[in-house]
Protein backbone atom coordinates (compact mmCIF):
# COMPACT_ATOMS: atom_id res chain seq x y z
CA UNK A 1 0.00 0.00 0.00
CA UNK A 2 1.51 3.50 -0.72
CA UNK A 3 0.61 6.24 1.22
CA UNK A 4 0.13 9.22 -1.68
CA UNK A 5 2.03 12.53 -0.33
CA UNK A 6 -0.69 15.59 -1.08
CA UNK A 7 -3.89 13.74 -2.41
CA UNK A 8 -5.95 15.61 0.70
CA UNK A 9 -4.81 18.46 2.50
CA UNK A 10 -3.29 18.64 5.22
CA UNK A 11 -5.25 19.45 7.79
CA UNK A 12 -6.83 19.47 10.63
CA UNK A 13 -9.76 21.12 8.80
CA UNK A 14 -12.18 23.62 10.79
CA UNK A 15 -15.68 23.70 10.43
CA UNK A 16 -18.70 24.40 12.56
CA UNK A 17 -21.67 22.36 13.50
CA UNK A 18 -24.41 21.63 11.04
CA UNK A 19 -22.07 22.69 8.43
CA UNK A 20 -20.51 21.24 5.27
CA UNK A 21 -16.77 19.72 4.27
CA UNK A 22 -15.52 18.59 1.21
CA UNK A 23 -12.53 16.92 1.04
CA UNK A 24 -11.13 17.92 -2.40
CA UNK A 25 -8.28 15.29 -3.75
CA UNK A 26 -5.65 16.81 -5.91
CA UNK A 27 -5.74 13.87 -8.26
CA UNK A 28 -7.61 14.39 -11.89
CA UNK A 29 -9.61 12.73 -13.23
CA UNK A 30 -7.78 9.71 -14.94
CA UNK A 31 -8.12 8.40 -18.69
CA UNK A 32 -10.21 4.82 -17.39
CA UNK A 33 -12.51 5.30 -14.28
CA UNK A 34 -11.06 4.31 -10.42
CA UNK A 35 -11.59 1.00 -10.30
CA UNK A 36 -12.13 1.35 -6.54
CA UNK A 37 -12.62 4.76 -4.37
CA UNK A 38 -13.48 4.29 -0.48
CA UNK A 39 -13.26 6.22 2.57
CA UNK A 40 -12.67 5.28 6.57
CA UNK A 41 -13.81 7.37 9.47
CA UNK A 42 -11.15 6.83 12.45
CA UNK A 43 -10.81 3.05 10.69
CA UNK A 44 -14.51 2.43 10.22
CA UNK A 45 -16.12 2.30 6.49
CA UNK A 46 -18.33 4.88 5.69
CA UNK A 47 -18.69 4.63 1.53
CA UNK A 48 -16.77 2.47 -1.02
CA UNK A 49 -17.53 2.82 -4.78
CA UNK A 50 -16.84 -0.03 -6.97
CA UNK A 51 -19.18 -0.73 -9.65
CA UNK A 52 -21.77 0.74 -7.27
CA UNK A 53 -21.57 2.61 -3.95
CA UNK A 54 -22.17 1.18 -0.46
CA UNK A 55 -22.69 3.75 2.15
CA UNK A 56 -22.99 3.24 5.72
CA UNK A 57 -26.67 3.77 7.33
CA UNK A 58 -24.88 6.50 9.34
CA UNK A 59 -23.99 8.83 6.90
CA UNK A 60 -27.15 8.19 4.46
CA UNK A 61 -27.83 11.09 2.73
CA UNK A 62 -24.98 13.31 4.30
CA UNK A 63 -21.85 12.48 2.27
CA UNK A 64 -21.04 12.75 -1.83
CA UNK A 65 -18.31 10.79 -3.62
CA UNK A 66 -17.24 12.38 -6.56
CA UNK A 67 -16.16 9.31 -8.62
CA UNK A 68 -13.84 11.21 -10.79
CA UNK A 69 -11.75 12.73 -8.24
CA UNK A 70 -12.69 10.88 -5.33
CA UNK A 71 -13.58 13.51 -3.04
CA UNK A 72 -16.16 13.58 -0.38
CA UNK A 73 -18.06 15.79 0.54
CA UNK A 74 -19.87 15.90 4.43
CA UNK A 75 -22.76 17.47 5.01
CA UNK A 76 -24.95 18.73 8.16
CA UNK A 77 -21.38 17.51 10.18
CA UNK A 78 -22.41 17.03 14.13
CA UNK A 79 -19.03 17.18 17.04
CA UNK A 80 -18.98 13.68 16.36
CA UNK A 81 -17.68 14.26 12.96
CA UNK A 82 -14.36 14.65 14.44
CA UNK A 83 -11.77 12.59 13.55
CA UNK A 84 -9.64 10.96 10.83
CA UNK A 85 -10.54 10.42 7.63
CA UNK A 86 -8.78 8.33 5.52
CA UNK A 87 -9.48 7.66 1.11
CA UNK A 88 -7.76 4.79 -0.34
CA UNK A 89 -7.89 5.21 -3.97
CA UNK A 90 -7.06 2.21 -6.86
CA UNK A 91 -6.33 3.48 -10.25
CA UNK A 92 -6.59 0.80 -13.02
CA UNK A 93 -3.73 -0.40 -13.55
CA UNK A 94 -1.66 0.96 -11.00
CA UNK A 95 -1.04 0.72 -7.26
CA UNK A 96 -3.64 1.72 -5.09
CA UNK A 97 -2.84 5.13 -2.74
CA UNK A 98 -3.54 6.35 0.09
CA UNK A 99 -4.41 9.94 1.63
CA UNK A 100 -5.82 11.13 5.54
CA UNK A 101 -6.75 14.47 6.77
CA UNK A 102 -8.26 15.05 10.14
CA UNK A 103 -11.66 17.45 10.88
CA UNK A 104 -12.83 19.22 13.84
CA UNK A 105 -16.11 20.19 14.26
CA UNK A 106 -17.05 23.08 16.58
CA UNK A 107 -19.95 24.81 17.94
CA UNK A 108 -22.26 23.89 21.32
CA UNK A 109 -24.39 25.83 23.30
CA UNK A 110 -23.02 28.32 25.82
CA UNK A 111 -25.14 28.71 29.00
CA UNK A 112 -24.83 31.93 32.11
CA UNK A 113 -26.45 30.69 35.21
CA UNK A 114 -26.14 32.79 39.04
CA UNK A 115 -26.90 31.57 41.99
CA UNK A 116 -26.53 33.71 45.46
CA UNK A 117 -26.40 33.62 49.08
CA UNK A 118 -26.54 35.87 51.74
CA UNK A 119 -22.93 37.12 50.94
CA UNK A 120 -21.88 35.99 47.58
CA UNK A 121 -23.11 35.29 44.38
CA UNK A 122 -21.13 32.51 41.48
CA UNK A 123 -21.75 32.67 38.03
CA UNK A 124 -20.91 29.43 36.08
CA UNK A 125 -21.10 29.37 32.36
CA UNK A 126 -21.37 26.45 31.18
CA UNK A 127 -20.58 25.48 27.15
CA UNK A 128 -20.62 22.29 25.01
CA UNK A 129 -18.40 21.66 22.30
CA UNK A 130 -14.96 22.55 21.69
CA UNK A 131 -14.10 25.68 23.54
CA UNK A 132 -10.76 27.51 22.99
CA UNK A 133 -11.78 30.68 25.15
CA UNK A 134 -13.84 32.51 27.27
CA UNK A 135 -14.17 35.84 28.24
CA UNK A 136 -16.26 37.32 31.33
CA UNK A 137 -18.13 40.92 30.09
CA UNK A 138 -19.91 43.08 32.75
CA UNK A 139 -22.13 45.89 30.97
CA UNK A 140 -20.12 45.46 28.11
CA UNK A 141 -16.75 45.84 29.67
CA UNK A 142 -14.44 43.24 30.12
CA UNK A 143 -14.61 42.00 33.79
CA UNK A 144 -11.30 41.94 35.38
CA UNK A 145 -10.32 39.93 38.63
CA UNK A 146 -10.24 42.62 40.94
CA UNK A 147 -11.58 43.70 44.70
CA UNK A 148 -14.46 40.87 45.30
CA UNK A 149 -14.15 39.25 41.87
CA UNK A 150 -12.85 36.48 41.71
CA UNK A 151 -12.45 33.47 38.55
CA UNK A 152 -11.78 29.57 38.95
CA UNK A 153 -8.64 27.99 36.98
CA UNK A 154 -10.80 27.24 34.35
CA UNK A 155 -12.21 30.58 33.84
CA UNK A 156 -15.54 29.00 34.18
CA UNK A 157 -16.93 30.28 37.25
CA UNK A 158 -17.06 34.35 38.58
CA UNK A 159 -17.35 34.49 41.81
CA UNK A 160 -18.23 38.04 43.47
CA UNK A 161 -17.76 38.17 47.27
CA UNK A 162 -18.90 40.36 49.22
CA UNK A 163 -21.53 41.29 46.74
CA UNK A 164 -22.18 45.28 46.83
CA UNK A 165 -24.83 47.36 45.34
CA UNK A 166 -22.36 48.29 42.44
CA UNK A 167 -21.95 44.45 41.20
CA UNK A 168 -25.90 44.55 39.57
CA UNK A 169 -26.19 44.79 36.31
CA UNK A 170 -25.44 42.71 32.87
CA UNK A 171 -23.13 39.84 32.78
CA UNK A 172 -22.09 38.29 29.67
CA UNK A 173 -19.95 34.54 28.97
CA UNK A 174 -18.63 34.96 25.60
CA UNK A 175 -17.12 31.35 25.09
CA UNK A 176 -14.90 31.22 21.19
CA UNK A 177 -13.55 28.29 19.04
CA UNK A 178 -11.92 29.14 16.06
CA UNK A 179 -14.83 29.12 13.66
CA UNK A 180 -17.48 30.64 16.27
CA UNK A 181 -18.07 33.00 19.20
CA UNK A 182 -21.60 32.58 21.17
CA UNK A 183 -22.32 34.96 24.18
CA UNK A 184 -25.16 34.43 26.82
CA UNK A 185 -26.72 36.82 29.25
CA UNK A 186 -27.16 37.02 32.81
CA UNK A 187 -29.03 40.06 34.97
CA UNK A 188 -27.60 40.52 38.21
CA UNK A 189 -30.37 42.17 40.93
CA UNK A 190 -29.43 43.08 44.22
CA UNK A 191 -32.94 44.51 45.55
CA UNK A 192 -35.24 44.23 48.39
CA UNK A 193 -36.11 42.96 50.94
CA UNK A 194 -39.99 43.65 49.92
CA UNK A 195 -43.54 41.73 50.40
CA UNK A 196 -42.11 40.07 54.02
CA UNK A 197 -44.81 37.57 55.19
CA UNK A 198 -45.47 35.58 57.92
CA UNK A 199 -47.29 32.27 56.59
CA UNK A 200 -48.76 30.09 59.56
CA UNK A 201 -52.29 30.12 61.88
CA UNK A 202 -52.70 33.26 63.83
CA UNK A 203 -55.07 31.45 66.13
CA UNK A 204 -54.78 27.87 67.11
CA UNK A 205 -55.66 24.99 70.17
CA UNK A 206 -53.55 25.35 72.91
CA UNK A 207 -51.03 22.18 72.89
CA UNK A 208 -50.70 22.11 69.42
CA UNK A 209 -47.13 22.30 67.73
CA UNK A 210 -46.90 25.84 65.07
CA UNK A 211 -44.46 26.27 62.30
CA UNK A 212 -44.51 29.95 61.12
CA UNK A 213 -42.81 30.65 57.41
CA UNK A 214 -41.37 33.87 57.14
CA UNK A 215 -40.84 34.99 53.47
CA UNK A 216 -39.60 37.90 51.28
CA UNK A 217 -38.70 38.94 47.94
CA UNK A 218 -34.60 39.85 48.23
CA UNK A 219 -31.48 39.24 45.93
CA UNK A 220 -29.36 37.67 47.36
CA UNK A 221 -31.68 36.04 49.98
CA UNK A 222 -32.60 38.09 53.29
CA UNK A 223 -31.34 37.09 56.27
CA UNK A 224 -34.14 36.64 59.03
CA UNK A 225 -34.64 37.62 62.81
CA UNK A 226 -37.34 37.06 64.99
CA UNK A 227 -39.46 38.77 68.43
CA UNK A 228 -42.31 37.61 70.11
CA UNK A 229 -43.66 40.39 72.41
CA UNK A 230 -40.96 43.00 71.17
CA UNK A 231 -38.37 41.09 72.64
CA UNK A 232 -35.48 39.32 71.00
CA UNK A 233 -35.48 35.35 70.07
CA UNK A 234 -32.33 34.64 69.10
CA UNK A 235 -33.96 32.83 66.15
CA UNK A 236 -32.50 33.62 62.92
CA UNK A 237 -34.15 31.81 60.24
CA UNK A 238 -36.97 31.64 57.85
CA UNK A 239 -38.88 29.38 60.53
CA UNK A 240 -40.13 29.73 63.79
CA UNK A 241 -41.18 27.12 65.49
CA UNK A 242 -43.34 26.21 68.83
CA UNK A 243 -43.31 23.12 70.14
CA UNK A 244 -46.00 23.15 72.10
CA UNK A 245 -48.97 26.09 72.60
CA UNK A 246 -49.67 27.59 75.55
CA UNK A 247 -50.46 31.04 76.86
CA UNK A 248 -47.02 31.91 77.40
CA UNK A 249 -46.55 31.65 73.57
CA UNK A 250 -49.29 33.71 72.47
CA UNK A 251 -48.55 37.11 71.18
CA UNK A 252 -47.33 39.28 68.66
CA UNK A 253 -44.19 37.73 66.45
CA UNK A 254 -42.46 39.99 64.27
CA UNK A 255 -40.16 38.83 61.20
CA UNK A 256 -37.67 40.82 59.92
CA UNK A 257 -36.10 40.51 56.86
CA UNK A 258 -32.54 42.11 56.02
CA UNK A 259 -30.42 42.35 52.68
CA UNK A 260 -27.06 42.40 53.86
CA UNK A 261 -25.59 43.93 50.65
CA UNK A 262 -28.62 46.66 50.62
CA UNK A 263 -29.08 46.75 54.11
CA UNK A 264 -32.38 47.25 53.55
CA UNK A 265 -35.07 45.80 56.11
CA UNK A 266 -38.46 45.63 56.05
CA UNK A 267 -40.36 43.57 59.05
CA UNK A 268 -44.42 41.98 59.55
CA UNK A 269 -46.20 41.10 62.42
CA UNK A 270 -48.67 38.35 63.38
CA UNK A 271 -50.86 38.31 66.54
CA UNK A 272 -50.69 34.40 67.63
CA UNK A 273 -53.70 33.93 69.86
CA UNK A 274 -54.77 30.84 71.52
CA UNK A 275 -58.20 28.48 70.56
CA UNK A 276 -60.61 27.22 73.13
CA UNK A 277 -61.27 23.36 73.71
CA UNK A 278 -64.36 22.65 71.25
CA UNK A 279 -65.93 21.17 74.74
CA UNK A 280 -65.48 24.58 76.43
CA UNK A 281 -67.21 25.78 73.51
CA UNK A 282 -70.41 23.78 73.28
CA UNK A 283 -70.82 24.82 76.92
Keep these: MCVGEGILPAGPLSRA ?3 TVKFTTTLRPPEKPFL ?28 SLDRATGSLELRNMALEDSGEYTMTITPDGGLPKQGRTNLTVYGGVVKLRGKA ?20 IKDGQPLNPSGGVSFSLDNKTASIQ ?32 YNVLINGPSAAPQ ?14 PAHFSWMF ?12 II ?37 ELIQ
Design 17 to 19: VAG
Design 36 to 63: SVSWRFNGVNIISSTSVNITDPGYAGRI
Design 117 to 136: NESSTNLTCEASGSISSREW
Design 162 to 193: PVHISDRGTYQCKVSNPVSTMTATHNLTVIGP
Design 207 to 220: GHSITLQCTTDSVP
Design 229 to 240: NDNETHVNNSLY
Design 243 to 279: ERLGAENTGNYTCTAKNTVTMMESSTVLDLRGKKPKN
